[in-house]
C-alpha cells in the first residue's frame, strides 16, 4: 500500500516544521498499518479488490484501533472479515500500549507512584490520551504471575552449599498507603561458582519469626546441603538461621 500525495505532503511538512517526532510517529503509524494490511491479506488469501483461487474470505470494512506507543498515539485500522474475525499477531487482544510502555508503568507503580502520576509520566512518554487507573492497576497484575513463578520454584535441581542472606527496606504500597516494608533477598553459590538468587520476602521488620518463616520456606522447595549460611551480625538473621539451618556453620560477612 502506497503512500498517497497527500500523505507524502504532510509527511514533507512534518519534517520542516518539528523536531521530526511527529514525523517518526507517523512513519510508525504507517509501518504498523501495512504489516496489518499485509497479515489480513495472507489471512484472506488475496489483496484488495483481488480475485485468487486462495480466497478463503472476503473484507468487510476496518475498526479503529488507538495503539499508544514512545513515538506517540497511534491512530490504527483494524480490517474486519465477513466470516469469522481477524485480529493482528502484532497486536495482542485488549492491548493499547506496547510493551517498552508497560516495562515504564510497571516500574514507575512497583516504587509508590500514585496513577495519577503515572498518567502524566504517560502522556511525558508520548501517550496523548493518558492512562487509566483502572489500566495502570491491570498492567502491573501482570508481574504476579511471574515473580510468582519465580519465588516458588523447587530448588532441588543443584546443592547450594552457600548461602548469603541480606535485609534491606524498600518503599511498598500497603492498603493504599506507601510504608517501608523489609525485604531479605537469599542468594546461593554452587559447588563449581555459580551464583543464583534462591528467594526473596517481605515482612513488616526483620524479626526472628519473619527470617525463619523465610528459610523454612527455603528448605521446603528443596534447599539443602548448605554447610555456609554468611550473614551480618543482625540478632534476628543469627537466631534464624541456627535455628532453621541445622548442620550449617554461620559466618560474619566481611563487607558489613
Known amino acids: 500500500m502506497a503512500l498517497s500525495q497527500s500523505e507524502l505532503i504532510r509527511l514533507l511538512e512534518s519534517l520542516r516544521s518539528t523536531d521530526g517526532i511527529e514525523l517518526?510517529?507517523?512513519?510508525?503509524?504507517?509501518?504498523?498499518?501495512?504489516?496489518?494490511?499485509?497479515?489480513?491479506?495472507?489471512?484472506?488469501?488475496?489483496?484488495?479488490?483481488?480475485?485468487t483461487p486462495t480466497r478463503t474470505n472476503v473484507r468487510n470494512g476496518?475498526?479503529?484501533?488507538?495503539?499508544?506507543?514512545?513515538?506517540?498515539?497511534?491512530?490504527?485500522e483494524i480490517p474486519k472479515v465477513r466470516t469469522g474475525s481477524f485480529f493482528p499477531s502484532l497486536l495482542e487482544r485488549r492491548r493499547r500500549i506496547d510493551q517498552a510502555l508497560y516495562a515504564v508503568i510497571m516500574e514507575a507503580y512497583v516504587h509508590g507512584v500514585s496513577t495519577r502520576s503515572v498518567d502524566d509520566l504517560v502522556k511525558a512518554l508520548g501517550g496523548d490520551s493518558g492512562i487509566s487507573?483502572?489500566?495502570?492497576?491491570?498492567?502491573?497484575?501482570?508481574?504476579?504471575?511471574?515473580?510468582?513463578?519465580?519465588?516458588?520454584r523447587p530448588l532441588d535441581h543443584v546443592r547450594f552449599p552457600y548461602v548469603y542472606l541480606d535485609a534491606t527496606y524498600c518503599k511498598a504500597r500497603v492498603n493504599h498507603q506507601i510504608v517501608s516494608r523489609a525485604v531479605v533477598v537469599a542468594t546461593g553459590i554452587t559447588e563449581d561458582g555459580g551464583r543464583e538468587v534462591l528467594g526473596l520476602m517481605v515482612g513488616d521488620s526483620e524479626s526472628e519469626a519473619f527470617l525463619k518463616e523465610f528459610l523454612r520456606s527455603l528448605r521446603e522447595r528443596g534447599l539443602s546441603g548448605v554447610r555456609l549460611v554468611v550473614t551480618d551480625q543482625h540478632a534476628g538473621l543469627v537466631a534464624a538461621v541456627r535455628k532453621v539451618m541445622l548442620g550449617a556453620a554461620w559466618q560474619r560477612c566481611r563487607v558489613h
Open 24 to 51: 517518526i510517529r507517523a512513519f510508525a503509524e504507517r509501518m504498523v498499518q501495512e504489516l496489518i494490511e499485509a497479515e489480513a491479506s495472507a489471512h484472506i488469501g488475496a489483496e484488495w479488490n483481488e480475485h
Open 62 to 76: 476496518h475498526r479503529e484501533k488507538v495503539l499508544t506507543t514512545l513515538a506517540g498515539d497511534l491512530d490504527l
Open 133 to 152: 487507573k483502572s489500566e495502570v492497576s491491570r498492567i502491573c497484575t501482570m508481574l504476579d504471575e511471574p515473580l510468582t513463578a519465580f519465588r516458588t
